[in-house]
């Protein structure tokens, strides 16, 4: 199985400012069609998953233009440009180019 | 609206079997993969199974595979996940969600399985 690693697990941040969490895959993640199948997940507390980006650096509808997902290869991050309240929570990287998927671990980002 | 419905979860004995179900408005759930994701108690997530547009293909985790089943009903807008021989470690938080490369994802609203004695 593809293991997925996050780093950090924890990210205390300031409001306002930036954030980057880091992702890196086992194997790498471009898929026999040219595409790289690495999501962003973000989950609030006590509330479902969603995703905020797809295939590496796509944005799903209504997520802000602070979140940007970039990366290649085995190498992925996902940056918050400007850290609000409301950004508290935990964030999954997964990978759905090999199977089965597999998700990192969580990094859960809170305010300091 | 656009969601997804989730029922069927409960307390169930090792060894017993419950199905969940997935129910889908407010879109074309026939155009659409879909998925089931899990969250034990205070973990993280994890995948469990897809099921491609018209059911005739699936995949599943590894730890789940010959136990849970994913079906859909297109002409239901239901997604289904039948689990049998569950185990105390199948204890977890279960999600629907679609399972797309585009730019649409939904969740349902998570549905609690036990499996205690």
């Known amino acids: 199985d593809v293991v997925m690693t996050q780093s950090p697990l924890s990210l205390p941040v300031t409001l306002g400012q930036p954030a980057s969490i880091s992702c890196r895959s086992s194997?790498?993640?471009?898929?026999?069609?040219?595409?790289?199948?690495l999501s962003w997940f973000q989950q609030r507390p006590g509330q479902s998953p969603r995703r905020l980006i797809y295939?590496?650096?796509n944005r799903d509808s209504g997520v802000p233009d602070r979140f940007s997902g970039s990366g290649s290869g085995t190498d992925f991050t996902l940056k918050i440009s400007r850290v609000e309240a409301d950004d508290v929570g935990v964030y999954y990287c997964?990978?759905?180019?090999?199977?089965?998927?597999?998700f990192g671990q969580g990094t859960k980002v809170e305010i300091k | 609206e656009v969601q997804l419905v989730q029922s069927g979860g409960g307390l169930v004995q090792p060894g017993g079997s419950l199905r969940l179900s997935c129910a889908a408005s407010?879109?074309?759930?026939?155009?659409?993969?879909m998925q089931w994701v899990r969250q034990g108690p205070g973990k993280g997530l994890m995948w469990v199974s897809n099921i491609n547009t018209d059911g005739s293909s699936a995949s599943y985790a590894d730890s789940v595979k010959g136990r849970l089943t994913i079906s859909r009903d297109n002409a239901k807008n239901t997604l289904y996940l039948q689990m049998d021989s569950l185990r105390p470690e199948d204890t977890a938080l279960y999600y629907c969600a679609s399972a797309t490369n585009s730019a649409f994802d939904i969740w349902g609203q998570g549905t609690m399985v036990t499996v205690s004695s």
């Open positions: 997964m990978q759905n180019t090999h199977w089965p998927r597999t």
């Open positions: 194997q790498g993640l471009v898929h026999s069609d040219g595409n790289t199948y």
């Open positions: 295939k590496v650096s």
């Open positions: 407010g879109f074309t759930f026939s155009n659409y993969w």
